[in-house]
């Protein structure tokens, strides 16, 4: 029952990640080319329209890891 419980808190805590905006860990796209240097809020951002490879859905954190820098069209506040 304590087992159900926990993986309950789990799915509602990756829901809630998935849902908001400035979640550290929020999903972005990158465009997997070598060109790109610059993670996206959403996969319509014209910063992507010269995507030539695959845009890919990743996590926040594993952009930041690989370098990449908020796209300016999409993050622009
Ligand atoms: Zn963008």
Sequence with gaps: ???IFTLLLLLTLCVSANYADDQVDADVYVCTGPKSQC???TDK?????DCTSEVKQ???SEAETLGRRKCNIC???
């Design 58 to 60: 990743i996590s926040k």
């Design 39 to 41: 993670y996206h809020r």
């Design 1 to 3: 029952m304590k087992h």
């Design 75 to 77: 993050y622009k506040d």
């Design 45 to 49: 951002c014209r910063g992507l329209n």
